[in-house]
């Protein structure tokens, strides 16, 4: 990912287009994975996505340098997620999986069975505990950054990580339990 440098940041803020579509390509893959992980729908990520690059470009002549321009467009990607889904309903299912069923072996069906079951554990986490885990554990951020962005303390990251973990340990149990007995 290439990263931003403050004159991108200000050529922004005074309109310049060609600036805003540098700010776009750096981080829309990375805001892309981040929700995605969050919302599991490739549809609703790809609405999300656009939004908070919507409100990037209306609020960017707020932004100034208090944190890095990473974390600030992390807080709003966080924000925008957290207020689309207490608007929608809860989890239902992970139907965008699709396989091909002529290639199938029961290893890729296994995998994928635990893949489903991952990403369903890590949805139905509470909210406070899912972004925490998603930022620390799947977007690799330090707990120092992921402080910022959500705005608590580090230890109370490593707490919610630390939760959200023995939680879905707890949720993946049966599934190390069957592999133990085989």
Known sequence: MQTIDISTIYACQRGDQEAFRQIYEAYHKKIYRLIYRYCNDPEETLDLTQEVFIRVYKGISNFRSECSFE?????????????AMRKSKPYESLNHLQTDKSEQADVYLEIQELEQHIER???????SLRMAFILTAVEHLPYAEVEKILGISIEAVRMRVSRARQLLRESLQPYINEGKNQ
């Open 71 to 83: 974390t600030w467009i992390y807080q709003i990607a966080i924000n925008t997620v957290t207020s």
């Open 121 to 127: 554990s890590i949805s139905i986490l509470p909210e």
